[in-house]
Every structure is written in C-alpha cells, then in structure tokens.
C-alpha cells in the first residue's frame, strides 16, 4: 500500500539540464517536504509546502526551486543541474498538526 | 533555527545486547520527536515518537526517553536482533512558525552481529 510515489528511482543527467523530481501522495495530507540524503550529513530540508501554491524554503534550498499546483503533487526541480546535486532526494508528507511523516521511496540522482 | 545532533555515528553490538543513540536539540520550542529507521536500500520508517508531555514510551523491544530540561532523547532497543541493523535518524519538530517540519539528525548506522 505506497501512499507516496516518487515518480523515478533512479535518473542521469547532464550538468546544465533542468530536472523535475515528481512526488505524489495519496493521503490528503497537507503539508509535503522534500529532503536529500548524502552519507553523513542526514537528511537536510529543501523546500516543504503547507498548502497548494504554498512554498517555503528549508535549510538548502539554493539551486532548487519547487511547484505545487495540486494537493497531492509536489514538485522538486532543478534548474540547472550541477554535480554537487548529486544525491539521494526523498519526498515525504505528513498531515497537518500532527503524525510523523510518511516517505517515499527516494530518488538516486546523478548529474554528470 | 533548530539543530540535531545524533551521537554515535556507527554503533556495533552483538547480538541480544542492548543499543542506545542519543540526541540533543537546540530549540526549546520542539515539541514532537520522531525517531526512523531506514534499512539498505529502503525508505526511512516511523519507529517510534515521543511527544513533549511525555517522558518515556516504549513500545516492545524499542523505547524513547526524554530530558527536556536536558534537551536531549535517547532511543533504546533491547535484545537486539540483525533484523535491527539499519540507519536511525532522530529529529525534531518545532511548530511555532515551522510548519511542523523536521530536523533530522546525520544518522546512527547499526549493525548487530549474531
């Protein structure tokens, strides 16, 4: 029973492209967060949303920017991909004012 | 804005003992702690959470304490078994201004050795 979906497990891109990380979930949760996760560093926040067409940014949200245009979407893009992003992106959401989140399954990004 | 700082990094055991990660935070706002295990390969889980009123929760093998004077948790999981062995992550929830948004810390790596 996925309840959040990350539209790709892993992807390769070159250096300068514009990325779209998909994420979807299926539990009418309002708020949704993106994370990534690089080895010894933990998961560090990039963008969450509170609402639709809501967005804040997190911890290190340089060089990424976010869309949320339907409740269960929310999108993660790069604008123009950089080796330093190279890493694993987890999306998660969590219903307002309480629970703790539920992530999907991540995804391996390569910028070459 | 919060910080999380999770020690140890690595943590090996043998088998039936007992293993503890412990954590501090930096803002007295936070109120919820979560703590998530995630095996190789496989999404972080909710294992356990513990709230601010709250000193203790145990919930079989795994337990959570709290000093909030202190600002720090703990995760203790008895009895370890290999089915133990992943990477915990604790964080921490502050809800004034932050959406309820987590702040995780770097990452417990366990590895239980039968």
């Given at each position: 029973?996925?309840?959040?979906?990350?539209?790709?497990?892993?992807?390769?891109?070159?250096?300068?492209?514009?990325?779209?990380?998909?994420?979807?979930?299926?539990?009418?949760?309002?708020?949704?967060?993106?994370?990534?996760?690089?080895?010894?560093?933990?998961?560090?926040?990039?963008?969450?949303?509170?609402?639709?067409?809501?967005?804040?940014?997190?911890?290190?949200?340089?060089?990424?920017?976010?869309?949320?245009?339907?409740?269960?979407?929310?999108?993660?893009?790069?604008?123009?991909?950089?080796?330093?992003?190279?890493?694993?992106?987890?999306?998660?959401?969590?219903?307002?004012?309480?629970?703790?989140?539920?992530?999907?399954?991540?995804?391996?990004?390569?910028?070459? | 804005?919060?910080?999380?700082?999770q020690?140890?990094?690595?943590?090996?055991?043998?088998?039936?003992?007992?293993a503890v990660i412990k954590c501090?935070?930096?803002?007295?706002?936070?109120?919820?702690f979560p703590w998530y295990k995630?095996?190789?390969?496989?999404?972080?889980?909710?294992i356990i959470?513990i709230?601010?009123?709250?000193?203790?929760?145990?919930?079989?093998?795994i337990a959570v304490t709290?000093?909030?004077?202190?600002?720090?948790f703990s995760l203790h999981i008895?009895?370890?078994?290999?089915?133990?062995?992943?990477?915990y992550f604790c964080?921490?929830?502050?809800?004034?201004?932050?959406?309820?948004?987590?702040?995780?810390g770097?990452?417990t790596?366990l590895?239980?050795?039968?």
């Amino acid at each position: 029973d996925v309840k959040v979906t990350q539209s790709s497990r892993y992807l390769v891109k070159r250096t300068g492209e514009k990325v779209f990380l998909e994420c979807v979930q299926d539990m009418d949760h309002e708020n949704m967060f993106w994370y990534r996760q690089d080895p010894g560093l933990g998961l560090r926040l990039i963008y969450f949303s509170y609402d639709v067409k809501m967005k804040e940014k997190g911890d290190i949200p340089e060089g990424y920017s976010v869309s949320r245009e339907k409740k269960e979407r929310f999108s993660l893009i790069l604008e123009s991909a950089s080796t330093n992003q190279t890493s694993m992106y987890l999306c998660a959401s969590r219903p307002r004012d309480r629970g703790g989140y539920t992530f999907g399954s991540g995804t391996r990004l390569t910028v070459v | 804005g919060e910080n999380v700082e999770q020690h140890p990094s690595t943590l090996s055991v043998q088998e039936g003992d007992s293993a503890v990660i412990k954590c501090t935070y930096s803002d007295s706002a936070s109120n919820y702690f979560p703590w998530y295990k995630q095996e190789l390969g496989k999404r972080p889980q909710l294992i356990i959470d513990i709230r601010s009123n709250v000193g203790e929760k145990k919930d079989q093998r795994i337990a959570v304490t709290l000093n909030k004077t202190a600002k720090h948790f703990s995760l203790h999981i008895t009895e370890t078994q290999p089915e133990d062995s992943a990477v915990y992550f604790c964080a921490a929830s502050n809800p004034l201004g932050g959406y309820n948004k987590l702040i995780f810390g770097a990452g417990t790596r366990l590895a239980v050795h039968p």
